[in-house]
Each structure stands twice: as C-alpha cells, then as structure tokens.
C-alpha cells in the first residue's frame, strides 16, 4: 500500500495529538468508530462562545495511517473556523488532500463524522 | 435453506462444489456471483461440518491445481486459476465464525437496510478507554496486566461468536424478524473491535521487560 507523503507526514508527526477537558462547557467531544475496521477516533474542539470560533482542536485516533492523518488533518482544518464553516467540511476535500486511495475513503469519512460529533455534543451541552 | 442441486454440464451426476465434478473430474462454468458455501459445496447454514469444510477444500484445492490445467486450453486454464482464487476465498471465509457470520448475515440482509454502525451501549468509549490503557501498559511493558486483559478480552471475543450460532438458529424459526439479524449486526461490529484490540497485545514472550 502507497501512502502520500501528506499521510506520512500526518502519521510521522501527527498535530494536535491529546486531550481537552471534555467536562470544560465550551468543550465538545466526538467519539466515532469504524466497525468495517475497528478504528476509534475522538476529536475535541474548543469553542470561543462569543465568537463560536474553534479555537483548539485536540485529536486521538487508534487506527491506521490514514485514519490518524484523516483525523490529524481534520483538527488543523478546524483551528480558526466557526462552527458552521467546520460543520461543512466534506470528507472528499480530505481524500483529495490526502490523496487516500478507495479502500480508505472510509477514514476521512470517519474524520468528518468525528468533527461532526464534536460539534453536536458541544451544542447539546450548551443547551443544558 | 439448501443450495439447489445442479447438475455436471458433461456427465450430468449431481455436484457437491459448483466448481468442479468429483465424479468426471471436470471443471464447471461459474460466474462471479457463486455462493461461497455453493463452492465449497456445503449447506447454506450457519452451523457447518469444519471436517467437511476442510476434506472438500483439500480435495478441489488438489483437483484444481495449476499443474494439472498447464496443458489445458486456454479458456479452461484461466476458468482453473478463477477458480482456484474463489476456493481459497470460500474457504477462508466460512472457516471463521465471524467472517461466515458476517457473510451470511450479508445474504440475508440482501437489500434490507440495517443499521451498519450499531454498537451496544457505551462500548466505543470502553474501546477508546482500553486502547488508551493498552498504550500505556505496552509502553510500561506491564506483561502481568497485558497478560491478563488479553485473557479478559480473549474470553469476551469467544463469548461473542458463541452468541452467533444461537441468533442465526432463532433466525431459521422466525424468517424475516430483522431484529434478530439487526443484533447480528451489533455482535458482528463488536467483535472487530475487540479483534484490533486483541491484535495489539503480543504474547507473553514478545513483551519487552
């Protein structure tokens, strides 16, 4: 299997591996699986309430390298945006970025399940 | 459920394997949706005979051996490494509590929409929660712990391909409940994380103290 160079790159020195504290209100966690593979992926993200801007974004991912890059990638591409704009990633735009072959495709799904989740259980929280 | 009997297209004796005819040792026409178990010519059944399995794989793997089609023309030799391909396919398949129960559960499903993803309660966030405790005790190289959570986990992996024979039995007693199938589907998600868990934990003499 050829992985890109992004993927190696992502998997070699992944960004924002870690935590936040998920009990923190401006918090949201997203916990997603793969059950083709068994690949479980959470991603955190920090939220500025005033501005509902991503500030942080914190990722863990157990899986292959496409699916540590898929997830790596995705907390970069969040930093800096509003929930809405995260909201609307599309997994194609980290195939293409990743140059992920078919049998992968599944991974940047995952990531953009993971964002996704993240997103509605900030929001959910919020609402308490 | 009973695979149909055809019949060899030159002696006209029944086939076991829709591959090949035991009696007049020829290779049968197929086309790429063969049944698996119609390969290995065994009943449509969850439950199977693993000597059975075996004894059939071990005689066609024989009969369609590459070196009995070299002189063969061309059409046939290619038809032989077909075939040779989807024996092993078969039989790697059903040989497996849960690969056969996943395929199976494939043939019933067939157009029926499931939910693919479904999980029992809580159990991604203690998957989650084990890797992250798997991390830290393989780079402890804890090798008493390790040892133990693979036994803990080993157990709960075989209790969970138990639990297919009975639902795939409960299925046969009320066809088109799927409900049943639907849990299938949850054991069947489960399992494959348990397995890339247990992937991870090396044996006793493989942990580095």
Redesign the interface.
């Known amino acids: 299997m050829a992985y890109s160079e992004k993927v190696i790159d992502h998997y070699k020195d992944p960004k924002n591996v870690g935590s936040l504290d998920k009990k923190d209100a401006n918090v949201g966690t997203g916990l997603v699986g793969a059950p083709e593979c068994g690949d479980v992926m959470k991603l955190q993200i920090q939220v500025n309430p005033e501005t509902n801007e991503i500030v942080d974004a914190k990722f863990k991912t157990f899986g292959c390298g496409s699916a540590i890059a898929s997830s790596s990638l995705a907390t970069e591409w969040v930093k800096g945006k509003s929930i809405d704009q995260a909201m609307s990633i599309q997994n194609t735009q980290i195939v293409e970025e990743l140059s992920l072959p078919p049998v992968k495709i599944h991974c940047s799904v995952l990531a953009e399940d993971a964002i996704k989740a993240a997103i509605v259980d900030y929001k959910s929280r919020r609402e308490d | 459920m009973t695979s149909e009997q055809p019949a060899c297209h030159k002696c006209e004796l029944s086939l076991i394997s829709h591959l090949f005819c035991f009696n007049c040792k020829k290779l049968q026409p197929f086309d790429d949706q063969i049944g698996l178990f119609e390969v290995m010519g065994i009943p449509i059944d969850y439950e199977i005979n693993s000597e059975q399995l075996e004894e059939y794989y071990q005689r066609l793997s024989l009969e369609l051996h590459p070196d009995f089609f070299e002189v063969a023309p061309k059409e046939e030799k290619r038809l032989s490494e077909k075939a040779s391909v989807i024996l092993n396919t078969a039989y790697n398949t059903l040989r497996e509590p849960s690969s056969r129960a996943g395929y199976l559960l494939c043939l019933f499903t067939n157009d029926h929409k499931q939910n693919?993803?479904s999980?029992p309660e809580g159990f991604?966030?203690e998957?989650?929660f084990l890797?992250?405790s798997l991390d830290e005790l393989l780079e402890s190289s804890d090798s008493i712990t390790l040892e133990k959570m693979k036994e803990e986990l080993g157990t709960r992996h075989k209790e969970i391909e138990f639990s297919y024979a009975p639902l795939f039995k409960k299925f046969k007693e009320f066809p088109g409940n799927f409900n049943i199938l639907q849990q299938l589907q949850t054991h069947?998600?489960a399992e494959?994380?348990?397995?890339?868990?247990l992937e991870r934990i090396p044996s006793a003499d493989h942990i580095l103290t």
Do not use: A, I, P, V
């Not at chain 2, 494959?192 to 868990?197: Q, S, T």
């Open positions: 693919e993803r999980l991604l966030q998957m989650f890797q992250e069947l998600n494959r994380y348990l397995r890339r868990l």
